[in-house]
């Protein structure tokens, strides 16, 4: 089975039956996906599918059309996403471990709503639980990067015109 | 080392009076420096803190646990800050685990004296702790005791690694060693002459290590008390951070457990065919352990070690407890309204007189209780072994290295020197990885997988079901008023099990455990308020549901009931319950100075607008006073928390921004478990099965907070848990005015709706 991740195509060979979430950690070897429930209610194994934040846990391999994007990916020739910087400028993360997923969320938040109003951040967010109740850290990282987050290029296209 | 750990776990958990009786000549005996044994060509190391490369790149070990609390950051600023570097100019490692990482304040916090009490007898129960800290070689995270323990030895650690270096190298210099300073990994003169590191680290290495060691006046800090940026995060927003679920080995197998969600109980029957079938297993195994019975699965992948567990067929035994709920929570209303006294562990007065001769109409009785609690961490509990000629290496995210080394060579039958425990980073603790069920299961599962190692992941449901809970409490609690309206006498009777003895079955069921625990009574029994009658007493209830630590421990449920009570002794006295409070805690400054700013910061006695009100808390833990004001607002969807403000005395705090976010996070912590958190059970089993019926807050319920750190204490108080005790009762008292409603049992969405 290929897949295509962070723009590299992948063979896998997995059962289509197996989650996605197991898929890239155990065959594929991109732990930054994290494993929290299983069943879609923690985020911790968020991913982003052609710009949709995807709860990889509950997706079927086989199902999986189109490029999927992982924490992996988010940094280009060592240089942080903005979602990334802003996370460490915030100081975000404590233990970490739902911190992959919360920033993939985010991202997927900012490259659809580049200027996401308190609510917007509450209903994209609040599908990634935090144990370590870090809040109001990523809240402040979400509204600094969306200060320093490219605009997606058909905006920008919109823009210069 | 196994016999003095057994030993020695009576001793921490301040429950044997022998333990006095040992001298300070043991606690001289030094551990080897452990990284001594495993320098490259070229390394060189002063003490366990410090190592310099053969680059002469320093290395920092910070041996404690990094679960989120930061402290990697903090232990190491300790070291660089007498060291003389910045931050960013050293690299930062956990370290091998060794017994030369002692902490000694996790011991004295077990210690069944009050932090309020300086009297002989507690100093000197704690003298002797502190004798029994480097005997006992318990490398331990808990108890928010991290940076209490480290605060002395870590800064001498830098400053000795600095006066070694620059000893050596003022000679090739010629310059005086109080004018050189670091310049990466050299050191320089002010002349600009310099001297690589690597080059002289030998040298310094072999010099005797000075008799006096001075350190820096805490006004010269320049790294120490100001935000740092932590150590961890590059790692942890790129994904690299590599967590106990993520240790990836040569030639790996994954695995599972399904253990009996009866605790306790042992197998009646089973059947693992279709188990046996599912594509990818390759082996199940049947694990009587100490800490359960249950089975366990090797295979290709974790999706297929999941799927087969859910594939075995079995008929549990039977747990030795009630089966549900009601009839668990009955034993412990029988106790509270039954004849016993418990141990009382503060006895103030005459409250047996003062009660006595009382008109009825002035005494008040209410009876509280609170839940049993999971810790549901993020990560699932995990651990990774390998079982190789005669040795056995374990990966996993502890917070007890050493412990676990000493059970796993016991469970195992091999030497501890056979046992090697590499610690990961934890992907949470609150102190459920203080324990050794998922390092035990994990190396009884590598025993079966022929020199190969094993990952072991659990699912949610299997960590939610055989989690080590918070233990359900009650209480009963009275007052009587004087006719001037202030509390004459109170009686506080709380009843829970011995976490201590619970802990002490699993670890070393051999042992027996004696005493009364403090753990029973800590958050009502310790407080800074003066009431002329005051008594405070904890009855054990035997209940063999495993139980443990859970973040503020006996705090978490002593506080609420504590806090709450006096609230309802303010509103039989039609007082506000700040003035109440700090007519009561005037004999320390310090909670009244915790009080005070709290009620300017937070506006307490600014009106609010209807359909608004706040509440208020106080409670000293782990060696810090904090008080919490929580408001609440009534929306069309239900109750929503507002704003919580906070005021922490923690003595110093070390790295404030770490500081603040500790202490929202234990707030956040507290605030969920008070709102929605129940554990009930059901034929034996525990009921929840996943963050669907065990949630906690999440970003659109969360509060606003304000958070303001007093730093007037002389002593170095805890973190980590702080946050959490007050955080309840201040909800509840919130909850009360605004709602009429006085609850007394939690969660509160028993008897309000939250949205
Ligand atoms: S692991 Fe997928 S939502 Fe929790
Ligand atoms: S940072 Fe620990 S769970 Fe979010």
């Known amino acids: 089975m290929q897949l295509t991740i962070n723009g590299d195509t992948i063979d896998l060979d997995v059962d289509p039956a197996m989650p996605l979430l197991w898929a890239l950690r155990d065959a594929a070897g991109l732990k930054g996906t994290k494993f929290g429930c299983g069943v879609a209610s923690c985020g911790a194994c968020m991913v982003i599918i052609d710009g949709v934040a995807t709860f990889s846990c509950v997706t079927a391999v086989g199902d999986v059309e189109g490029e999927v994007r992982t924490i992996e990916g988010l940094a280009k020739d060592g240089v942080f996403h903005p979602v990334q910087q802003a996370w460490i400028d915030e100081q975000v993360p404590q233990c970490g471990y739902c911190q992959s997923g919360q920033i993939m969320a985010a991202v997927a938040l900012l490259e659809e709503n580049p200027q996401p109003s308190d609510a917007d951040i509450d209903t994209a967010m609040s599908g990634n639980l935090c144990r370590c109740g870090t809040y109001s850290r990523i809240r402040a990282a979400i509204k600094r990067a969306a200060t320093t987050m490219p605009l997606p290029v058909e905006d920008q296209a919109a823009s210069e015109t | ?755």
């Open chain 2, 1 to 755: 080392m196994g016999k003095i750990l057994r030993r020695t776990f009576l001793i921490g958990t301040g429950l044997v009076a022998g333990g006095l009786a040992v001298g300070y000549y043991a606690a001289s005996r030094p551990w080897p420096n452990p990284l001594e044994a495993d320098l490259a060509p070229g390394e060189e190391t002063f003490n366990p803190y410090v190592k310099i490369g053969a680059d002469g790149a320093i290395t920092i070990i910070a041996p404690r646990a990094e679960m989120g609390q930061g402290v990697h950051t903090t232990l190491a600023a300790l070291v660089a800050e007498e060291l003389g570097v910045p931050l960013s100019a050293v690299a930062v490692d956990q370290g091998p685990t060794s017994p030369a990482y002692y902490n000694l304040a996790v011991l004295e916090q077990g210690g069944p004296f009050s932090e309020l009490d300086t009297s002989l007898m507690a100093e000197t129960a704690r003298k002797a702790t502190r004798a029994f800290g480097p005997l006992a070689g318990m490398q331990i995270t808990g108890s928010s005791t991290s940076v209490r323990d480290a605060y002395d030895k870590m800064r001498q650690a830098g400053a000795v690694a600095r006066t070694l270096l620059f000893a050596a190298a003022q000679e090739r210099l010629a310059t005086p060693a109080s004018k050189l300073q670091f310049d990466g990994a050299e050191i320089v003169a002010p002349s600009g002459r310099r001297v690589g590191i690597a080059s002289i680290a030998a040298e310094a290495a072999a010099l005797p290590v000075p008799d006096e060691i001075v350190l820096k006046d805490p006004a010269d800090w320049t790294l120490l008390g100001k935000t740092q940026q932590r150590v961890d995060l590059v790692d942890k927003v790129t994904g690299a951070a590599e967590f106990g679920i993520d240790v990836d080995l040569p030639d790996m197998l994954y695995g599972t457990v399904l253990m009996n969600p009866k605790l306790g109980g042992g197998i009646e029957t089973v059947s693992t065919s279709f188990a046996e079938a599912v594509p990818g297993v390759v082996k199940i195994v049947r694990l009587e352990t100490q800490l359960g019975s249950g089975f366990g699965v090797i295979a290709e992948n974790t999706w297929a070690a999941f799927q087969a567990a859910e594939a075995i067929e079995v008929e549990w035994g039977d747990a030795p407890y009630p089966s549900n709920t009601e009839s668990i929570m009955r034993v412990f209303r029988d106790t509270i309204e039954g004849p016993w006294k418990g141990s009382a562990w503060r006895d103030d007065g005459d409250v047996d007189f003062a009660f006595g001769d009382a008109p009825p109409d002035s005494i008040f009785e209410a009876d509280y209780e609170v839940p049993f609690l999971a810790h549901a961490t993020m990560e699932p509990m995990n651990a990774t072994a390998q079982f190789a000629n005669g040795r056995l290496t374990v990966w996993a995210p502890t917070q007890a290295p050493t412990l676990i080394q000493t059970i796993l060579a016991d469970a195992i039958g091999i030497d501890s020197d056979a046992v090697t425990i590499h610690s990961t980073y934890l992907g949470g603790g609150f102190r459920r990885r203080a324990e050794a069920d998922f390092a035990l299961y994990a190396a009884e599962l590598a025993r079966e997988a022929g020199g190969r190692p094993v990952k072991v992941t659990w699912t949610r449901e299997e960590d939610m079901a055989h989690d080590v809970y918070r233990p359900a409490a009650a209480g009963r609690f009275r007052v009587r008023m004087d006719v001037n309206g202030m509390p004459d006498a109170v009686d506080m009777r709380i009843a829970t099990p011995s976490i201590l003895k619970s802990i002490g079955k699993r670890i070393f069921p051999s042992v027996p455990i004696f005493g009364p625990e403090r753990l029973l009574t800590e958050g009502a029994f310790d407080q800074p308020y003066a009431i002329p009658n005051y008594r405070v007493a904890g009855i054990e209830i035997n209940m063999p549901i495993p139980v443990g630590f859970w973040r503020s421990v006996g705090y978490s449920y002593n506080g609420f009931f504590h806090e709450c009570f006096m609230d309802e002794i303010a509103e039989r006295a039609g007082r506000d319950p700040i003035d109440l409070r700090l007519q009561l805690m005037a004999d320390y400054p310090l909670a009244v100075a915790v009080m005070e700013k709290l009620r300017d910061i937070s506006n307490w006695d600014r009106p609010l607008r209807s359909g608004k009100a706040k509440g208020v808390a106080f409670t000293m833990s782990f060696g810090s006073w904090v008080g919490e004001v929580v408001q609440v607002a009534e929306t069309q969807d239900g109750l929503v928390v507002e704003k919580v403000w906070a005021v922490a005395d923690v003595g110093r705090a070390l790295d404030p921004g770490i500081v603040r976010a500790q202490i929202e996070s234990g707030i956040v912590f507290g605030l969920s478990a008070a709102i929605g958190q129940q554990i009930t059970f059901s034929g034996g089993k525990v009921d929840q099965q996943n963050f669907y019926d065990f949630d906690a807050m999440r970003i659109d319920r969360c509060p606003k907070f304000e958070i303001e750190i007093l730093e007037n204490s002389q002593a170095l108080g805890g973190v980590g848990e702080i946050g959490t005790p007050p955080a309840a009762p201040a909800l509840a008292n919130a909850v009360r005015s605004l709602t009429g409603k006085r609850i007394r049992s939690l969660p509160l969405s028993g008897e309000v709706e939250f949205a």
